[in-house]
């Protein structure tokens, strides 16, 4: 068995769970590598608090599973099988089990069905536990795609131009994004003028002027199942507004401080508030509108928040965002964004291109 199920078991246990059932998505690839498709025939990880592991997959996917070199015991279903009796059996009369987060929800209730007398509880914690601190490969692969998204940001100034709309630069980027040895394309947010005042605008149609501040957000999925995510502001051609030039320089000694700042040893919230507090002292309190940040590894969107009210201690390994933003409805909106990792007494940042306002000479 793999060290990653072995401290799976463990931590199940201290939880009181029973035994894990996990279905395809981030868990089942960090836990087995296996990045299993979401189909609609079963597929699920049964793996005991103390025990061997099964992988349940339907007969069809067996030579897959094997492909993704799954080395434990593999049990499969034919079509006219009911693979939940059969999950059932494996699961025996574990009284407490741990179900995937984002196991569908017919799944959740045929698992109910089939094991009624057994107790449902949720394995994202466990899970959590786990992933929340990357090990050197993870940290390696992380900074490898924090690498290739800084290659796409260092070409961005090249396609935009004030004359062209969001969606034909959005769309040069995210091909950008794939040559730069992504797999996937996961977000292209180019925010122009007052769309760069909603953090998640994706691309419109609206044409990029001259003295258009812009908010640029990308990330992809790298071969290696880990995610990139950056943020840069550029100005195409002609004059920024006097007022973006100066909430940007708050913006961007808010966030220079928080990188400075985090550390092992902080919580996720006092990071927040190092950057809350220079965004609010220069009167954009509320403009700042979203949390600073959130973990990162084999998705976008992970633990840890770094959020307002979380108490959680950040330790070596932990990756994650920062990235504070002040938006001015209906002007526009900047927001800074690296990827940082804890190292045993600071962080490493995997984004390093420049971070001021790049000002495009159009
Ligand atoms: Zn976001
Ligand atoms: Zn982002
Ligand atoms: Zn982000």
Redesign the pocket.
């Given at each position: 068995m793999t060290r990653r199920l072995e401290r799976a078991q463990k931590v199940a246990t201290r939880a009181g769970i029973d035994t894990l059932v996990i279905t395809p998505g981030a868990d089942l690839r960090y836990l087995t590598g296996y990045a299993a498709l979401p189909l609609e025939r079963l597929t699920c990880l049964i793996l005991p608090a103390s025990g061997d592991p099964v992988l349940v997959v339907p007969a069809l996917e067996k030579p897959a599973a094997v492909a993704s070199g799954i080395g434990f015991e593999i049990a499969t279903w034919d079509e006219t099988d009911d693979p939940f009796d059969l999950a059932a059996r494996l699961v025996g009369t574990a009284a407490t089990i741990g179900v995937d987060d984002h196991m569908w929800v017919s799944r959740a209730f045929a698992l109910k069905n089939a094991l009624p007398a057994a107790n449902q509880v949720l394995a994202g914690p466990v899970v959590q536990e786990l992933r929340i601190r990357k090990d050197q490969a993870e940290v390696d692969a992380l900074r490898e795609a924090g690498t290739a998204i800084d290659r796409v940001h260092r070409q961005v100034a090249q396609w935009l131009r004030p004359g062209r709309t969001e969606r034909e630069v959005g769309a040069d980027i995210a091909r950008a994004i794939i040559d730069e040895g992504h797999e996937t394309v996961d977000f292209v947010i180019v925010g122009s003028g007052p769309n760069g005042a909603s953090?998640?605008h994706e691309l419109s149609d609206r044409v990029i002027e001259a003295g258009d501040p812009v908010v640029v957000?990308i990330g992809g999925t790298m071969p290696s199942g880990y995610c990139s995510d950056s943020t840069r502001n550029y100005l195409a051609g002609g004059q920024a507004p006097a007022e973006y030039e100066k909430a940007y320089a708050v913006l961007a000694e808010a966030q220079a401080a928080q990188r400075a700042y985090a550390r092992p040893g902080v919580t996720a919230e006092s990071i927040d508030r190092v950057g809350r507090d220079i965004i609010a002292a220069a009167g954009y309190g509320e403009k700042f509108v979203?949390r600073t940040g959130?973990g990162i590894g084999q998705e976008t969107h992970e633990e840890p928040y770094i959020v307002e009210g979380s108490k959680l201690v950040l330790e070596e390994g932990m990756a994650f965002s920062i990235e504070p933003g002040i938006y001015l409805e209906g002007l526009y909106g900047a927001r800074i964004e690296d990827i940082v990792v804890c190292t045993t007494d600071g962080i490493e940042c995997f984004n390093n291109t420049p971070r001021e306002l790049f000002r495009v000479d159009a």
């Open positions: 953090p998640h957000d979203h959130h």
